[in-house]
């Protein structure tokens, strides 16, 4: 679902509502700093349950072909690499994953960057190998551009390394893309998800306070009934619902295109 960043609500007006339901309007019970912080967690969730934060990075080719996971990336849609720069796109190539691809990188060797080269299963020079004898990359491994991860790097092929840029595009994390201290973030679809979110943490919180009289752990009780946070009947599902609505301009293209695959 498509959103304008005008008809988003900041975490202020979140922690407003949620500070009146647990009887801490002054936040004095709870500090803004935690509230802020149920509010990024709120948000981060979300983000992981339904990627609707999308976040693109274009990075300079690096010389080792070891390119750092951006921060706030948790899933990884594509991968580009291209000439020019991110103003001028030249020629561009699509870089696929190849599984058992291992690599060091690059080497510097008399001031000049040198593959280190890889090992993998399906390799150009398995001629002996009974099961991977035949590679898809023996005709050309010269224009064989693939990567694979390890431990938050992104290792590509050195055929990579003619190209001036490589560009990420995938889903992140709403609170490491934006600093949401200080804009609005929070969608109008998800704000009773969030503030509930908020309202239970809170009264989870405080309930130790309570003096016999049970009041947080209600509030707590409560506020989790509406929020339902792993079940499908609660505000959670619904922001979640909501976020996966395709939008009708994407929904009428989407079948138009699949029906013309029959034809």
Same mark, same amino acid.
């Given at each position: 679902?498509?959103?304008?960043?005008?008809?988003?609500?900041?975490?202020?007006?979140?922690?407003?509502?949620?500070?009146?339901?647990?009887?801490?309007?002054?936040?004095?019970?709870?500090?803004?700093?935690?509230?802020?912080?149920?509010?990024?967690?709120?948000?981060?969730?979300?983000?992981?349950?339904?990627?609707?934060?999308?976040?693109?990075?274009?990075?300079?080719?690096?010389?080792?072909?070891?390119?750092?996971?951006?921060?706030?990336?948790?899933?990884?849609?594509?991968?580009?690499?291209?000439?020019?720069?991110?103003?001028?796109?030249?020629?561009?190539?699509?870089?696929?994953?190849?599984?058992?691809?291992?690599? #060091?990188?690059?080497?510097?060797?008399?001031?000049?960057?040198?593959?280190?080269?890889?090992?993998?299963?399906?390799?150009?020079?398995?001629?002996?190998?009974?099961?991977?004898?035949?590679?898809?990359?023996?005709?050309?491994?010269?224009?064989?551009?693939?990567?694979?991860?390890?431990?938050?790097?992104?290792?590509?092929?050195?055929?990579?390394?003619?190209?001036?840029?490589? #560009?990420?595009?995938?889903?992140?994390?709403?609170?490491?893309?934006?600093?949401?201290?200080?804009?609005?973030?929070?969608?109008?679809?998800?704000?009773?998800?969030?503030?509930?979110?908020?309202?239970?943490?809170?009264? #989870?919180?405080?309930?130790?306070?309570?003096?016999?009289?049970?009041?947080?752990?209600?509030?707590?009780?409560?506020?989790?009934?509406?929020?339902?946070?792993?079940?499908?009947?609660?505000?959670?599902?619904?922001?979640?619902?909501?976020?996966?609505?395709?939008?009708?301009?994407?929904?009428?293209?989407?079948?138009?295109?699949?029906?013309?695959?029959?034809?």
């Amino acid at each position: 679902m498509t959103f304008s960043f005008d008809d988003l609500i900041s975490i202020q007006e979140v922690i407003a509502d949620a500070a009146v339901d647990v009887d801490d309007k002054e936040m004095q019970k709870l500090t803004p700093g935690w509230y802020r912080k149920q509010v990024k967690r709120a948000m981060d969730e979300l983000s992981f349950d339904v990627p609707f934060i999308k976040v693109v990075r274009d990075i300079v080719m690096p010389d080792d072909m070891k390119v750092s996971v951006p921060k706030g990336f948790y899933n990884i849609d594509k991968i580009h690499i291209f000439s020019g720069d991110p103003c001028n796109v030249g020629y561009v190539e699509n870089v696929y994953w190849k599984k058992g691809f291992e690599t #060091r990188g690059g080497v510097i060797r008399e001031d000049e960057w040198t593959a280190s080269g890889y090992t993998a299963n399906n390799h150009e020079h398995n001629i002996t190998d009974p099961f991977f004898k035949v590679s898809v990359l023996r005709q050309s491994p010269r224009n064989a551009y693939y990567f694979n991860t390890r431990n938050g790097i992104i290792y590509l092929s050195s055929a990579c390394s003619g190209y001036d840029y490589v #560009r990420i595009v995938g889903t992140g994390v709403a609170t490491s893309e934006l600093d949401i201290d200080n804009i609005k973030i929070v969608p109008p679809f998800a704000i009773k998800a969030v503030t509930l979110w908020v309202v239970e943490k809170a009264a #989870r919180a405080l309930k130790g306070t309570d003096k016999g009289n049970r009041r947080y752990r209600t509030i707590q009780t409560d506020a989790a009934l509406q929020l339902d946070e792993y079940g499908f009947n609660g505000a959670w599902h619904e922001a979640k619902t909501r976020l996966r609505k395709l939008d009708t301009k994407m929904w009428r293209d989407f079948i138009e295109y699949n029906s013309k695959m029959t034809d």
